[in-house]
């Protein structure tokens, strides 16, 4: 049994050192949409976003250099999620909070409902703006496939989360954004506001 139990140790040990450090956070709050989302970010900035635990077909993106530096930092600063991060003040159920950090052959993680700790308020914003992005992604996809009138209202709502700098990985949307500017059985006036979109992520002047 206890050579099982180091042979296990000694695999899970190999794969963080192979994958690299990575935080992973999950929320789950039941009657809310989603009632589930985790979010997997690498050391290299490859993500996955899932809605889904069983979820086999994820949506996968990179961030940037930057923001990804940022996150990690943030991570550091609570200790890796090695120390208690709940309030001691009594709040309305604001669904269960999950961080998670794997690397140098070790996992720890830490669960809240609320916290006062600026350094997690301020993770979990990095957090919610990136599921929001995804959502937001989720959108564009399913109106480009199935409802080519509602093109238009999913350019604008990425228009408005980029303008107030909620969007992330913003390069993400660029191919759903080509198609629609290149597809005339979409509207005129979505394909104009999708090839301008695209080319302002691009930073062409």
Known sequence: MRRCVAIALTVAATMFAQSGP???YSKSFPGSSP????????????????????????????????????????????????????????VANMGMKTYRYEGDGAATEVKYNYSEDADAKGLQEWFERIAETERERIEIERTVRFDKLGVQNA???IEISRSQKKLVAEEQFLPFLDRIAKNESFLHMARERAAALADSIRGVK
Do not use: H, W
């Not at 993500?47 to 996968?60: A, G, I, R, S």
């Not at 923001?67 to 208690?84: G, M, V």
């Open 22 to 24: 990575r935080i992973v």
């Open 35 to 90: 009632a589930f989302m985790e979010i997997t970010i690498d050391k290299s900035g490859a993500c996955v976003y899932k809605e889904d635990p069983k979820d086999e077909n994820p949506l996968e993106f990179r961030l940037s250099e930057a923001d990804t530096s940022q996150i990690f930092a943030a991570a550091e600063k609570l200790d890796r999620f090695s120390r208690p991060l709940e309030s001691k003040v009594k």
């Open 155 to 157: 350019i604008l709502q």
